[in-house]
């Protein structure tokens, strides 16, 4: 990638930004290949949810992705690029067109500034292949071509577009000129929002399957453990809902962010009207500054009505001996995973309690230094699926969840996340999630199966984790 180091204030004009572009095409000429100019300022404080929101199109590709607690938000809409590998390698081919965009990028502003550099938005569906009903390909990745991050009181405005032969640089330069433009001086007030829709109501609720098919492949899966077929297996539900008017999105993910602080509120558009939204709790894994951080989570309590009552299920869960194996095998199991890509764990298998508005869980927070060449989508491909969703050994188990299940994950489960251009970023799991399309929401909640399971508690531990998108859907 090359740098263009600028000072804001020297290229204030319009036509400053066209000769640059015009730049830009004469270098896409002469490496034979488009250039992706990134376009990096600071600017006033805003809400990116909120610009997300302002200028929201269901039939625009966009990313959304915050946590309350680590004062993150980011937000992009439209692709300048997308790309979308399927089958086994698709991560492999999504590390290789990361790199080789990189090397035709420019990214342009100050690049101290957080966020500097295009990019790279990404959601993987569970399984290495998705059927044609599926409205999210295997993978989608894609640079939007603008994007607003705000954090630690800070916000930058980036604006990406590629550049080749045949592009209209005049009209490329208009874009991000009006882009910048609106961004620098914000008004929300401008833009006709749709306020929060009164009395949306639930005509129909229906589970995929009938409603014995979960306790039934619960009961199932239980009996390949007896007999030794595998240790453990995630099974989950899919709950169709039908309203009398479309479900926003993005207003939902608004009361997700406040109520679920302490997880990943996320949406990711295909720009044909579908979203996949959610508020998990989990993170698959970030690297940061030269290191690399997994969430080992499993085990799961209700919350408690008052102090002792939920001191008394935490407690519990922390004694539990079924709960405390199930996690242990998500952690052994990530630990097992970074080791084989040589590096070296540093965490202590020591659960303490992740306590969400509905549920409590047991979690280790797994670091580990990052090893020389070993690329955040490495990680990803190594690490997903974790027995915290798939099963282990995983070779035995992960096939299985097809016939037990009766409806396709999809996005459900899979990595969602992002890359920069120095390889830093950050992948949650696609749980607490649901996939809303209209009037239609699809909401998936699971659990993990081991010996000593009991399927009418599986049961109504997913009805409790089903509840942080249920509630918040109205
Ligand atoms: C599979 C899900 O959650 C996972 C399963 C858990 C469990 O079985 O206790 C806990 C946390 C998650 O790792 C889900 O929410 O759909």
Not at 300 to 310: V, W
Not at 383 to 401: C, K, S, Y
Not at 432 to 443: F, P, Q, T, Y
Request: net charge negative; charged share 25%; hydrophobic share 40%.
């Amino acid at each position: 990638m090359d740098t263009i180091q600028l000072d804001p204030a020297k290229a204030k004009s319009f036509e400053t930004l066209h000769a640059f572009l015009q730049a830009c095409l004469v270098k896409a000429m002469e490496r034979g290949k488009p250039q992706l100019v990134s376009i990096a300022a600071e600017s006033s404080l805003l809400d990116p949810l909120a610009v997300l929101e302002s200028i929201y199109e269901d039939q625009q590709q966009h990313f959304y992705i915050e946590k309350k607690r680590d004062d993150l938000a980011i937000a992009g809409a439209e692709a300048a690029i997308s790309y979308s590998p399927s089958g086994a390698s698709r991560f492999k081919s999504a590390k290789a067109w990361i790199e080789e965009t990189l090397e035709n990028a420019i990214a342009v502003g100050d690049p101290s500034l957080p966020f500097f550099g295009p990019h790279f938005f990404c959601g993987f569906s569970f399984f290495d292949e998705v059927s044609s009903k599926v409205p999210f390909p295997s993978s989608s990745l894609f640079v939007p071509r603008w994007q607003v991050v705000s954090t630690k009181g800070r916000c930058v405005a980036i604006a990406n577009a590629t550049i080749g032969l045949g592009d209209d640089v005049e009209a490329v330069a208009k874009r991000i000129w009006n882009a910048n433009t609106k961004f620098r001086s914000f008004d929300y007030s401008e833009e006709e929002c749709s306020s929060k829709k009164d009395g949306i109501r639930i005509l129909e609720t229906k589970e995929r399957g009938g409603d014995d098919a979960f306790q039934v492949a619960v009961g199932n899966a239980l009996k390949q453990i007896k007999v030794g077929e595998f240790e453990k297996i995630v099974l989950a539900r899919a709950l169709e809902l039908k309203a009398d008017q479309p479900f926003h999105p993005l207003e939902i993910l608004n009361t997700l962010r406040e109520r679920y602080e302490d997880c990943f509120a996320f949406s990711i558009a295909n720009g044909k009207g579908q979203s996949f939204i959610g508020a998990s709790p989990e993170r698959l894994v970030s690297v940061f500054k030269g290191r690399v951080n997994v969430d080992a989570l499993a085990g799961t309590a209700p919350r408690g009505k008052t102090a002792s009552e939920d001191a008394r299920f935490g407690a519990g869960l922390l004694d539990s001996e079924k709960d405390r194996r199930e996690h242990r095998i998500v952690y052994d199991s990530i630990c097992r995973r970074l080791e084989s890509l040589d590096l070296s764990v540093e965490s202590l298998c020591c659960p303490s309690l992740k306590k969400l508005q509905n549920v409590q869980h047991l979690f280790v927070d797994v670091e580990a230094e990052l090893a020389d060449g070993i690329h955040l989508l490495d990680l990803v491909a190594e690490l997903h699926p974790t027995p915290a969703v798939g099963g282990t050994p995983r070779e035995a188990a992960v096939p299985r969840i097809q016939e037990h299940e009766r409806f396709e994950r999809g996005l459900y489960a899979g990595p969602i996340g992002w890359i920069n251009s120095k390889g830093e970023g950050e992948f949650l799991v696609g749980i607490r999630s649901a996939l809303v399309d209209g009037e239609n929401a699809c909401l998936y909640a699971g659990v993990g199966v081991v010996e000593g399971s009991v399927p009418e508690r599986e049961h109504l531990e997913t009805n409790l984790k089903f509840q942080a998108l249920k509630e918040n859907l109205l």
